[in-house]
Every structure is written in C-alpha cells, then in structure tokens.
C-alpha cells in the first residue's frame, strides 16, 4: 500500500488537473492519496466521485494559509466535511486577499526592473483562481528574468525576499477551531522550512492535531526533530510529497509513501473524534 497525503491539481498551483494527478498517482502505484490544494477544495470536489475509478482512495484536504505572530503558516486539513459553510467561506476571504498581495508583489518587482503582466498571470492561474507565489515565478521565468522557480524564490519571492509581501490570513488558532468544527483534523504542513522551533511550539499550542513530518525535501536531521516533538505532545505524524507536477518532480514521483503504521493512527484517531462527537449531541 502507498500514501501520499499532500498533493496539488491546477485548481491551485499544480500543472496538472485532478484527473490527471489521480490517474498518475495509479501508475506510480499509490492507493490512498489527498489534494491538498492551497485555500480551496474545487479540485478534490472535482473527483471525489470518480476516484475509486482510478483504483484510488480519495482523503478531503485542503492547505489552508494560517499566520502565527505575522509568520505565515500552513495548515493541512483532512477528513473535514466538504459541505461546512463557514470553512467555504474562510476560502473565499483568503482568496481574495490572495489576489490584491499578488498585485503587490508585481508591483514591488517592477522596481527590480522586472515587468509582468498581472492580468495574464491571472489568465494562468488554477481553475479557483487561486493566485500564489508559484504563478509570479513561473511567469518570470516565461518572460526570461530567470531560469529556475529556486533561485526566483531565493531572490526576489521567498519569506524576506526582495519582493515578499505577507499574505493576509486568518489566525491559526481560528483555522485549527474551524477545521475542527467541521469534523476534520489539521496537521501543521512542512514545519522544516519555517526555520524556527519556536514557530512549531506556537502552532502545537494553538491545538494542531499532527505535525506533517515526512516530506522528500526535508533533512534526516529535522524528521527526528520533529519526530520526537510529535511523539513528546502525542500528536499525529503524517507525510506527503508537496507534489505540483513540475517536470523534475514528475520523474521521482511514486518513490514517497507515508508508513502504514501511520496512517492506521490517523485514522483511528479520526474515528475516535467522530465517535466523540456522536456521544455528545
């Protein structure tokens, strides 16, 4: 059996749609998989029906973008009811805050003398419309100001860059109550790049249900980090590959899986906070 719980169609900022990742993730042999795009769930709506025809087990998720004391901080949610109002809603005002910090950040680069389109990005964007980071760099590297999305992100586009603009996001303890609330857990994604423990503790704090430790870019050094700091506050661990079906990742795709023993905790621990709830209405 392979897993793989953190995955992006272009409903977000993956190049590939839903049909085609789910059809992917079946050659490569995956069995249970999640879209996980950033601040919408169109893509998983898309084929939640269909996926058992891909011989795939389809997980809800979705990455919501989250800020504890101004950093910015990703939220994974799975298993959360797909029809909750309020977590639609919380989407659609990231969203457009999305939209006015993408015009910024085109603005801040012209002063690099770095001069993009905004509305054609906008044309290139996912389905949603869900603008991100990852959208102004491949435009760049279109329009010839670079070669490669890391050394954009290194440069002009990453946390402090010369360009960055924080995005405008919700609280984290306000998505992790929401995500809740609609019968989901949430998992802090990627801890690895936030470069500050301090960070972790804070999220872990605010009541986050796993740290997302296993991911094929993060270091042997930070997963026993984060390895011991899941297990020291009885948190779930979980893993995906942060997958976006850009050319380099495609070729080693299929060689990441989440350990069975894992994902028998996630979902015994799903079950247990279902079976609460029912206890208590």
Not at 154 to 177: E, H, M, S
């Amino acid at each position: 059996m392979k897993i793989d719980l953190h995955l992006h169609t272009d409903y977000s900022d993956g190049r590939m749609t839903p049909e085609e990742l789910l059809e992917l993730c079946n050659e490569r042999g995956y069995n249970i998989v999640s879209i996980t795009d950033h601040d919408t769930i169109d893509g998983y709506l898309s084929v939640k029906d269909i996926a058992s025809s891909y011989g795939i087990t389809l997980i809800p998720g979705v990455e919501i973008s989250a800020n504890y004391n101004d950093i910015e901080v990703h939220i994974a949610a799975y298993f959360f009811d797909d029809s909750n109002e309020e977590l639609h809603f919380m989407l659609r005002q990231i969203n457009t805050n999305r939209i006015h910090r993408a015009k910024q950040i085109v603005d801040k680069l012209a002063a690099y003398n770095i001069y993009l389109d905004f509305n054609q990005i906008l044309k290139s964007v996912g389905r949603s419309r869900i603008v991100g980071r990852l959208h102004i760099a491949r435009a760049m590297i279109e329009e010839g100001y670079s070669l490669t999305i890391k050394s954009i992100f290194n440069r002009y586009l990453g946390d402090d860059a010369r360009a960055y603009v924080p995005k405008q996001t919700p609280p984290v303890d306000k998505v992790i109550k929401l995500i809740s609330k609609a019968g989901g857990i949430s998992v802090l994604a990627h801890p690895h790049r936030l470069d500050n423990i301090a960070t972790v503790n804070g999220v872990i704090e605010a009541g986050v249900d796993g740290l997302e430790v296993y991911c094929p870019r993060s270091s042997a050094y930070a997963i026993g980090i984060f390895e011991q700091l899941a297990e020291q506050h009885n948190l779930l661990i979980t893993g995906g590959s942060d997958f976006h079906g850009e050319p380099d990742e495609i070729i080693d795709f299929g060689s990441y899986s989440l350990d069975i023993e894992r994902w028998q905790n996630i979902q015994d621990y799903t079950k247990e906070l279902k079976n609460e709830k029912v206890r208590y209405l």
